[in-house]
Structure formats: C-alpha cells, structure tokens
C-alpha cells in the first residue's frame, strides 16, 4: 500500500503544470530586440504619463496595409494559453468611419489576424471591445498637434507550438495617410503562457523478485530474534 500512494504521489505532482512563463517582454526602454520590419523608438512625450515609460514602438508607415512591425520568436517548447498584452497609442488623426476614414489596427498572428479595429478620433466615444480597455481618449498627447487615444490590449493566442512564430502589428485603410497625421505606438509588451513542467524522476518500479527477496529477509530476521 505505501508503494501505491508513493507512485500516485509522483504522478499526480508530474502532471501539474508551471506557472505561466514570460516568453517575451520588452518596455522599449533600449532596444527593440525581437522586431524587424518598420518601426523605431521614440519619446512617448504625453503618453508617458499613461504608464508608456520614457520610450515606445512608433509606426508611421504609409500603405494599405502599411508596413508591419514583427515581432519574431522561436518557441522551445508547445505552450498553452498563450497570452498577448500591449499599451497601445492611436496618435494623430485617426479618422474611424467618416469621409477619410477607415483607420485600422491590426495584429497577425502566423498569419491569421486576431485583432482589427477602426480607431476615430471625431467620434464622441473611444473605441470598445472585449480585448480593449482605455486609457485616453480625445486628448492631446503632445506629437502635430491632433487628439490622440491610448488602450491597452489584451489578446488571447490560445496554444503555440514549438518552433518560430510571428506576430505582426500593423495599419490599413483605404486612406490611411500614416506619416505625421496618422500613426500609431505600442509600449509594455509581453507575451505570457503555460509550458508543462517536465516530467518528474519516477523511481523504476521494484521487481517482484527484490520484493519477495526482502520480504524473506524480514522474516528470518524476526525468527532469530525470537530465538
């Protein structure tokens, strides 16, 4: 019975998982190591009072869709509930649904895109959603002189395999005029997930010969002390 409830101990302590692992993050501070495609850091001037820090990921590019900014990862291990979060910043004109607009941000995971929506800074009510909580809206953050808005962005990835992955944020619109009129920013990015935990050591099972020897041994020991 003890070797029982030792075994079901081992593997009941072998199949919990890990905790959530940071696979990436980065605040943008130094370096926008991971990224290539366009992009650049720069000052986050009034967004720094949003959490932003004293840098972040600025996009500009023109296009429909615009040049993407990418984030590449190579994954060493499957992982589960895979987890995106991001500060987000829709700077300058961003024109939602009236005559110059569609102005979308979006973000492509391996392809598929997981996140779009039309930012407008002439509505009279910030962007919502699930995956959105606003951190500033219709208010003028400091770049060429239009409101700006700020999010933070929380997507759920669900399972990435092992092995490379990208993650692609970038504009659209059929007049997204990108530049000084038109750009966004992302800061305080972190990708998150559950990995398994490795599989703990199992002591080999005892052969029944060992166990039978030992049980032998436990039994003539007690006759001589009887004798």
Known sequence: MKFKAIFAALAIAAAIPASADVLYSNNFESNANGFTGAGFLTGTQGYGALGFGQQMLRNNAPGNPAAASVLNLNLGSAVNNATLNLSFGAIDSWDGSNCCGPDYFNIRVD???????????????????????????????????????????????????????????????????????????????????????????????????????????MALARRRRRA
Do not use: C
């Open 111 to 217: 392809g598929n895109l997981l996140f779009t929506k039309n930012f407008d800074t002439f509505a009279a009510t910030p962007a919502s959603g699930a995956n959105l909580s606003t951190l500033s809206y219709g208010t003028q953050l400091g770049f060429s002189g239009w409101n700006d808005q700020a999010y933070t962005i929380n997507l759920n990835l669900d399972q990435l395999a092992a092995g490379a992955h990208t993650i692609e944020f970038f504009a659209s619109g059929n007049v997204w005029q990108a530049g000084e009129d038109e750009s966004w920013a992302i800061d305080n990015l972190s990708l998150t997930g559950d990995r398994a935990a490795p599989p703990a050591d199992v002591p080999e099972p005892v052969s029944g010969a060992l166990l039978l020897g030992g049980l032998g041994a």
